[in-house]
DNA sequence: CAAAATTACGCTTGTCGTAACGATA
DNA sequence: TATCGTTACGACAAGCGTAATTTTG
């Protein structure tokens, strides 16, 4: 089976006639024929009722003509896009993000690719990752940022960075005996009380499953969704909560709330970049990839973003 | 640009080297060279860097190897599919029905394909009928039943039917002072206060639509979705409504509605039956697709559906 | 019997393989 | 200089066109 042969089989099927479509695709008609009769024994099925006024599908021949059309709209697909990647990058992208990184990530990302891309249409949609590896599985988004691949290991991605999981109280009140922003052991934790989302979401999951080993219990207090909603109650002083420090860095940064490195064990979740397969590379999305290493690259040097490094666990 | 070519390409990608595609392929080297070139010519990008350690991919490279992963997948379908078509229906069929039309037509459709096509999983998703036209333009359904195909037209359509709307009355509460299940013309209606569904739903805008030319202004009480409700709210007696027959039989049936055509004019709306373009015929969708006309006809017959039947109108 | 599809048979063209050549880490 | 990609060229088969044959409403 051959591009040719499915051209030639959707002009018969659109011609109804061997002879008609022979003339539209300028070849001899009997070369249809032989065509028709390779494909048919190929395939084991009947794809035409022949009659002396022309001919008909058979279902098979339906069902092949409809999958022809998928055929034949991917490989122009593929033509256009490849041509397109000669010259300069242009079309829509989509690009999923959870919200604590979008937070960071999404500004500067978008005002570098409208700097660098002006030709491309940048579409940052911030959510929950479990919606964002749906829109991975789907045909939703171009690429994605996800901090669990275990779901999506086969799909083509790279790790971007570690985060590093902070303890954020109010400034004015440090639950503990140590100095404010000193480094708090898990086995402390109990001690307060938690604000944190519900167990549906992907911060929860990864800090339960990091407490669990440790056999410490936290005292949850209250269960929230809405990363807004927890950063004013905990500097409110209503409460402590644990983040990535790229989800907060906002209220740092006014001085509503501290941070403090957790320990004991450091709570660290990998934050993988990850590609939709089912949506076709194009040279947009290329750039964009590129451009989200370069703006990552450029946060982390300059500490707006906090990696894990491995390095400082070691020199402890 | 071919096939052929096209599962080279794939193979020179994964394995970094012509020499070893080669091989893999069991094809001279020099021929996978020329393949190549001919490639690059045909679409004017350079499609790899050379080196004497093998080959790496340009950006458009690998914007055609993704490109190319998906014809191939296409193709292999397509076989898959034909060879399928041979043997048994068999696989998943969803069918996006509008709510009125789904009380009707879904459970014997379920029951006739159960018996008649034992391997086939059928979805009957009910939904108003704008979804049904989101997911007939997206990937969700196979098939769909539709009352206005103005923006979807371009889409593969059959004619199943035309439906005409009745008004419909509890018992003991005929508005007019005709014969309760008499016919009733458009210019009575602002008589009463009906219960209709709001402006988003089809049904409604098809009534806003048949009205408007006559001038007559409907004296619209209550606006509210949900088909169950609205037959609550008329059967207590507390409002009138205008549906499709097939929408209420069950009500009708069980003597808590009484329903009379509309007349001067008739209010008749077409029912298609529409195929996804985007989701390629298969043996399974191409059966449903017959037996919802088979069980259509005999719904009709067994005059548990309603048809408008033109004839009629004439000899008045 | 007429219109259309199939079979038969040379011929052209595209694809492959072998062999020689060229480029680079 | 060894390895890989490119160029050159002859061989073969796939696909095409012309012509004759078969099929069927």
Do not use: C
């Amino acid at each position: 089976m051959d591009i040719r042969q499915l051209r030639y089989f959707v002009a018969i099927a659109e011609e109804g006639s061997l002879s008609a479509a022979a003339q539209r695709v300028n070849v001899a008609q009997p070369s249809l024929s032989q065509h028709v009769i390779a494909l048919e024994r190929e395939l084991d099925v009947t794809l035409l009722d022949r009659s002396p006024r022309g001919v008909t599908l058979t279902q098979s021949g339906e069902v092949l003509l409809s999958h022809a059309h998928e055929v034949i709209a991917a490989l122009d697909r593929a033509r256009d896009a490849v041509r397109q990647s000669g010259s300069e990058p242009q079309g829509a992208v989509s690009f999923g993000l959870p919200s604590s990184i979008a937070m960071v990530l999404s500004v500067p990302l978008a005002e570098t690719v409208r700097l660098e891309l002006p030709k491309v249409k940048l579409r940052a949609i911030d959510a929950m990752s479990g919606f964002i590896k749906d829109w991975l599985d789907g045909q939703t988004v171009d690429l994605g940022i996800l901090y669990d691949i275990g779901t999506v290991r086969h799909l083509n991605h790279r790790q971007l960075m570690t985060e590093e999981l902070h303890f954020f109280s109010a400034p004015d009140a440090w639950p503990f005996e140590s100095s404010p922003g000193s480094p708090v052991p898990v086995s402390e934790l109990p001690q307060v009380e938690l604000v944190l989302p519900s167990p549906q979401h992907g911060l929860r999951v990864m800090i339960d499953r990091s407490i669990k080993p440790t056999g410490v219990s936290l005292n949850i207090a209250t269960e929230m969704d809405g990363l807004g909603h927890i950063k004013t109650m905990v500097a409110r002083g209503s409460g402590y909560t644990i983040l990535a420090p790229a989800a907060a860095i906002d209220y740092v940064e006014r001085g509503e709330l501290i941070m403090a490195p957790i320990v004991e064990p450091r709570l660290v979740r990998p934050v993988y970049l990850v590609r939709n397969p089912a949506k076709p590379v194009t040279r947009a999305s290329q750039e964009v990839e590129r451009i989200t290493l370069e703006v990552i690259r450029d946060l982390l040097a300059r500490g707006i973003w906090q990696a894990f490094d491995p390095k400082s666990d070691a020199a402890e």
